[in-house]
């Protein structure tokens, strides 16, 4: 059966602490009590799009320990489908160390651990187990660029479509730009693109204008300002709804999974617009919640 939704990407434990206010360099604050949960890009983003009403298959590491294996189960119990997933025993399950302050912003410090060991070859494997015309992979960069890199060519080889969210910001090669269909990015992330000035939708829409010389559509999230979108014929400003903003780590996550379970789920006939509206109402909800991944009903 050719899946709709492959998720390339990272798998941590996220270890989170609650802080009246981040601390300065060389300063020890006392914080709540540790919040203990899955995470990791990929995997939070697998259970976005699982949870926006996608099935997706997902491909990355975890290491053969508790972490890794509470990690499947909960991806499983999400709706995702982890047969695919690698359990390696040479690296222990990606850790990521997290602060949210009161005002719901965040720092984040990720030790690799198994998502180092991603390999390209066995991605392309995988991908070709699955895929078809069709097909939506998204991704992300908290695996080696390689495996991304593949997945991206052996999807667009097989007539699918590449959903990359370029988070953390790094330099990647235009050949792998080129593949984008969405290319999702924050301001900053875009401004490392650019060498832009990003506060505003309207400069936001500037740079979408720009990188679409080099992807075949963007998307730029503004935080509360929601996202502008631009493709060949089409572009916009989707607003937020105003909420209370209790934690951000998992807005970015759910919005790129919501994004690509409605191309996914739409096929040939989605329209870009209608994807970012559903990230743009994900993203909001997100805020709303402590951690990265969503509650269970």
Same mark, same amino acid.
């Given at each position: !059966?050719?899946?709709?939704?492959?998720?390339? =990407?990272?798998?941590?434990?996220?270890?989170?602490?609650?802080?009246?206010?981040?601390?300065?360099?060389?300063?020890?604050?006392?914080?709540?009590?540790?919040?203990?949960?899955? =995470?990791?890009?990929?995997?939070?983003?697998?259970?976005?799009?699982?949870? &926006?009403?996608? !099935?997706?298959?997902?491909?990355?590491?975890?290491?053969?320990?508790?972490?890794?294996?509470? !990690?499947?189960? &909960?991806?499983?119990?999400?709706?995702?489908?982890?047969?695919?997933?690698?359990?390696?025993?040479?690296?222990?399950?990606?850790?990521?160390?997290?602060?949210?302050?009161?005002?719901?912003?965040?720092?984040?410090?990720?030790?690799?651990?198994?998502?180092?060991?991603?390999?390209?070859?066995?991605?392309?494997?995988?991908?070709?187990?699955?895929?078809?015309?069709?097909?939506?992979?998204?991704?992300?960069?908290?695996?080696?660029?390689?495996?991304? *890199?593949?997945?991206?060519?052996?999807?667009?080889?097989?007539?699918?479509?590449?959903?990359?969210?370029?988070?953390?910001?790094?330099?990647?090669?235009?050949?792998?730009?080129?593949?984008?269909?969405?290319?999702?990015?924050?301001?900053?992330?875009?401004?490392?693109?650019? @060498?832009?000035?990003?506060?505003?939708?309207?400069?936001?829409?500037?740079?979408?204008?720009?990188?679409?010389?080099?992807? *075949?559509?963007?998307?730029?999230?503004?935080?509360?300002?929601?996202?502008?979108?631009?493709?060949?014929?089409?572009?916009?400003?989707?607003?937020?709804?105003?909420?209370?903003?209790?934690?951000?780590? =998992?807005?970015?996550?759910?919005?790129? @999974?919501?994004?690509?379970?409605?191309?996914?789920?739409?096929?040939?006939?989605?329209?870009?617009?209608?994807?970012?509206?559903?990230?743009?109402?994900?993203?909001?909800?997100?805020?709303?919640?402590? =951690?990265?991944?969503?509650?269970?009903?």
């Amino acid at each position: !059966m050719t899946a709709s939704l492959i998720v390339l =990407g990272s798998a941590n434990t996220d270890y989170t602490v609650l802080v009246e206010r981040h601390p300065l360099p060389g300063e020890t604050l006392l914080g709540d009590d540790l919040v203990v949960a899955t =995470g990791g890009k990929g995997a939070n983003q697998a259970l976005a799009a699982a949870r &926006a009403g996608a !099935m997706p298959v997902f491909l990355g590491a975890v290491g053969d320990d508790g972490n890794g294996r509470q !990690m499947l189960d &909960a991806l499983g119990a999400g709706g995702v489908d982890v047969s695919s997933v690698a359990v390696v025993d040479d690296a222990p399950t990606g850790i990521a160390l997290i602060t949210v302050s009161r005002d719901g912003e965040n720092t984040i410090v990720v030790a690799a651990g198994a998502n180092a060991r991603v390999n390209a070859h066995e991605v392309e494997a995988g991908i070709r187990a699955v895929a078809g015309r069709g097909t939506v992979l998204l991704a992300q960069l908290e695996i080696p660029l390689a495996a991304v *890199r593949t997945a991206a060519e052996t999807i667009d080889e097989l007539g699918g479509r590449t959903v990359l969210n370029l988070s953390p910001s790094r330099e990647v090669p235009d050949a792998l730009l080129a593949l984008c269909d969405p290319l999702i990015v924050n301001e900053a992330e875009a401004h490392d693109l650019t @060498g832009l000035t990003i506060g505003t939708p309207d400069e936001a829409a500037a740079a979408a204008a720009v990188l679409l010389d080099r992807c *075949r559509s963007v998307i730029i999230t503004l935080g509360g300002d929601g996202a502008v979108f631009a493709a060949p014929g089409a572009s916009g400003h989707l607003p937020a709804p105003r909420v209370t903003v209790v934690d951000t780590t =998992g807005a970015g996550d759910a919005f790129a @999974g919501a994004v690509a379970a409605e191309l996914a789920e739409s096929g040939a006939s989605a329209e870009l617009r209608t994807a970012v509206e559903r990230g743009v109402a994900a993203g909001a909800a997100a805020v709303q919640w402590l =951690g990265a991944q969503p509650p269970r009903d």
